[in-house]
């Protein structure tokens, strides 16, 4: 280790992030399961980065200090792959908890604001017992959110999210590499004390009712209902199935809490939240896949497409139609760095443009763009358009059918749905570390290595 660790935790000093925690305690009240929680004692700042330290007097009268969980995203060290074991696609990415430095930084800052010489070993990571990750809209994908151990934990921990799709792991993968920043207000860490080990007192019981209401003011089943005013049915990808499910869920479980008379910061316990939400999939959903051909226009006009969001050309089929005709029309030059940069991505074929005029008129037309920006629309393309050898078709995979006409008149609410919910004593929300932050830990992440996109377990 740096014979000055502290240098290293300086060049933090304009580093803007801060982790932000709430706690939901009254430490005079001992009957509340976490009356043994360590008084705040005080914020350990280092410019706009700050972490909060805690006392607790122990029997012989003297201190022991702790600090809060650093919660930081190691970027960086995000992979997607296939998980043979389970047969799921995969994100795993890692989250620092704490470390030396961090340690140094805390009993050095209480050293020089007590007077007092703290030993070490007198200083220490809040003694957590379980940790949870929880993700706000993550839809369509699932976060691995099931309590784990945090004492027996190393420094750093793994979490995982499910996806629907490889390529949609892939995706996210890239994402959290490259714009990190997105993710630190969805993904969210809950903490639980040793002392809530088995306690009845840490579970709080309660039920829950799903009516036509939770389903209907769902943002994307309000739009739908809309829109296919006449229809008994309607479709949609996994991916807006993953949406509305969790629109869903969020609205049966605000009227939950709403109902909730404790103080007490408390979180849904994992099994019941899944549990729930496979309630949601039978209920709004017919339990077939339904297969859509390339050529089926009245099929691809039960399905429902965000037009306001992503525009009605990014619709697969409406999408493959317009670059067949730009590809009939285009010259032979124009038409091998078409399908190489939509089949392949910017690894074969520059994103720089090389087209005649014409076809790089057509082509901006399309995606509704300037030419400069043709390449990265057609890379983006390739999450719904393929090309098959001849022509550009749709990529969609997975379509589900809402059978609307049961929904508007025969839904039959389900009513005292027990669930359980966790006293939570300390949450964070992920700090994020930005690619040219400055700070600079000893250490790198290391990326793990995937073969044939099959995660090594």
């Given amino acids: 280790m740096d014979s000055n660790p502290i240098s290293k935790w300086a060049m933090a000093l304009f580093f803007p992030f801060a982790i932000i925690e709430s706690l939901a305690l009254n430490l005079e009240d001992c009957n509340k399961p ?135 792991c892939h995706n996210l993968r890239e994402q959290m590499v490259h714009h990190p920043e997105q993710f630190s207000s969805h993904l969210t860490l809950l903490f639980r004390m040793e002392s809530n080990k088995g306690s009845v007192g840490s579970i709080r019981r309660k039920t829950a009712s799903i009516t036509s209401d939770h389903v209907w003011n769902g943002p994307i089943m309000f739009d739908l209902n809309r829109r296919f005013s006449n229809s008994s049915f309607a479709l949609v990808t996994s991916q807006d199935r993953g949406r509305i499910v969790s629109e869903a869920l969020e609205n049966v479980l605000a009227d939950v809490e709403i109902l909730l008379e404790s103080v007490e910061d408390l979180a849904i316990e994992p099994e019941d939240e899944l549990r729930l939400r496979k309630m949601m999939e039978n209920i709004l959903f017919e339990n077939y896949i339904i297969p859509l051909e390339d050529d089926s226009e009245s099929a691809w006009n039960s399905l429902y497409w965000d037009y306001e969001n992503v525009g009605l050309d990014v619709r697969p089929d409406i999408m493959a139609r317009k670059l067949n005709k730009v590809y009939k029309n285009a010259e032979e030059k124009d038409r091998k760095w078409i399908v190489e940069l939509l089949s392949h991505g910017p690894g074969l074929s520059s994103t720089k443009t090389v087209l005649s005029d014409e076809t790089s008129l057509a082509l901006a037309n399309i995606f509704q763009t300037i030419p400069k920006h043709i390449g990265s629309r057609l890379q983006s393309s390739q999450r719904n358009i393929q090309w098959d050898g001849h022509k550009f078709i749709p990529k969609v995979t997975k379509l589900f059918r809402i059978n609307l006409d049961k929904l508007r008149h025969s839904f039959k609410p389900v009513r005292n749905v027990p669930i359980k919910y966790s006293v939570i004593d300390l949450r964070l929300d992920l700090n994020v570390q930005p690619a040219m932050s400055r700070i600079n830990f000893e250490r790198q992440p290391q990326i793990p290595e995937f073969r044939n996109e099959e995660m090594l377990l």
């Avoid at 201190?63 to 296939?82: D, K, Q, V």
């Avoid at 200083?123 to 990750?133: A, D, N, Q």
């Fill in 34 to 168: 976490n009356a043994g929680f360590p008084a705040v004692f005080d914020t350990v700042s280092l410019g706009d980065f700050h972490i909060r330290a805690y006392e607790k007097v122990m029997a012989s009268s003297t201190s022991r200090f702790y600090f809060a969980p650093l919660a930081l995203l190691e970027h960086t060290s995000a992979s997607s792959g296939r998980n043979n074991l389970t047969g799921e696609n995969q994100l795993a990415f890692r989250v620092e908890m704490w470390n030396d430095e961090l340690r140094y930084i805390v009993k050095d800052y209480l050293s020089n604001i007590t007077g007092l010489a703290i030993e070490e070993n007198r200083v220490s990571i809040l003694p957590f017992e379980k940790v949870s990750l929880r993700c706000q809209r993550c839809s369509p994908t699932r976060l691995d959110s099931r309590w784990r151990s945090f004492s027996q934990s190393s420094k750093q921990m793994e979490f995982r999210m499910v996806c629907s799709t490889l390529e949609e």
